[in-house]
T-cell receptor
Framework: GENVEQHPSTLSVQEGDSAVIKCTYSDSASNYFPWYKQELGKRPQLIIDIRSNVGEKKDQRIAVTLNKTAKHFSLHITETQPEDSAVYFCAATPRGFGNEKLTFGTGTRLTIIP | DVKVTQSSRYLVKRTGEKVFLECVQDMDHENMFWYRQDPGLGLRLIYFSYDVKMKEKGDIPEGYSVSREKKERFSLILESASTNQTSMYLC????????????????FGSGTRLTVV
């Protein structure tokens, strides 16, 4: 089955700086890579996702890049703000092949320092 | 506009008790999932279901069972609760996605924090 590794486990950045979280996956059939944000005491929510037929996707201050050859993908947050403080989870799945389950990374606790 | 509802936010149960965690979604999603969330371990899949009365084991099914009698409801059952099942339990649902279609992602419930004493 799929195995997803996520680094770092904790990350602190100054407000206004950029943050990068990296994930690697093992199953070359995986084709869908979402990122979830979980604020303290709240449910995880999808913030951005990417499919294997594109290399990069942006949505305002967040972007995700995918390197299929190396089997890794990354979340980039620019101009960080205090409300970006949360735990972020990456995930991967070979979606569309009758397999709908996501395999999650272990999470990154991001702290934005004012 | 809560779309995935977990019946309890906090539960305290005794070792050996049979525990039911309920999850209901109102989005007509085919897929439903139960994960547990532990510090440093992320989200680990316990069981999932693609359709009514269907269930499949996830990565850590031992000590758990599930029931899906109606499309909107997916129950997680701890047959005999143990202290190592103290955790945050998250239910999620998603649309079945045909190959080539847009991905819908998961919608999570708010979680049930279970403490077994």
């Amino acid at each position: 089955g799929e195995n997803v590794e996520q680094h770092p486990s904790t990350l602190s950045v100054q407000e206004g700086d950029s943050a990068v979280i990296k994930c690697t996956y093992s199953d070359s059939a995986s084709n869908y890579f979402p990122w979830y944000k979980q604020e303290l005491g709240k449910r995880p929510q999808l913030i951005i996702d990417i499919r294997s037929n594109v290399g990069e996707k942006k949505d305002q201050r967040i972007a995700v890049t995918l390197n299929k050859t190396a089997k890794h993908f990354s979340l980039h947050i620019t101009e960080t703000q205090p409300e970006d403080s949360a735990v972020y989870f990456c995930a991967a799945t070979p979606r569309g092949f009758g397999n709908e389950k996501l395999t999650f990374g272990t999470g990154t606790r991001l702290t934005i320092i004012p | 506009d809560v779309k995935v509802t977990q019946s309890s936010r906090y539960l305290v149960k005794r070792t050996g008790e049979k525990v039911f965690l309920e999850c209901v979604q109102d989005m007509d999603h085919e897929n439903m999932f139960w994960y547990r969330q532990d510090p440093g371990l992320g989200l680990r899949l316990i069981y999932f279901s693609y359709d009514v009365k269907m269930k499949e084991k996830g990565d850590i099914p031992e000590g758990y069972s599930v029931s899906r009698e109606k499309k909107e409801r997916f129950s997680l059952i701890l047959e005999s609760a143990s202290t190592n099942q103290t955790s945050m339990y998250l239910c999620a649902s998603s649309l079945w996605v045909p190959m080539g279609s847009l991905d819908a992602g998961y919608t999570f419930g708010s979680g049930t924090r279970l403490t077994v004493v």
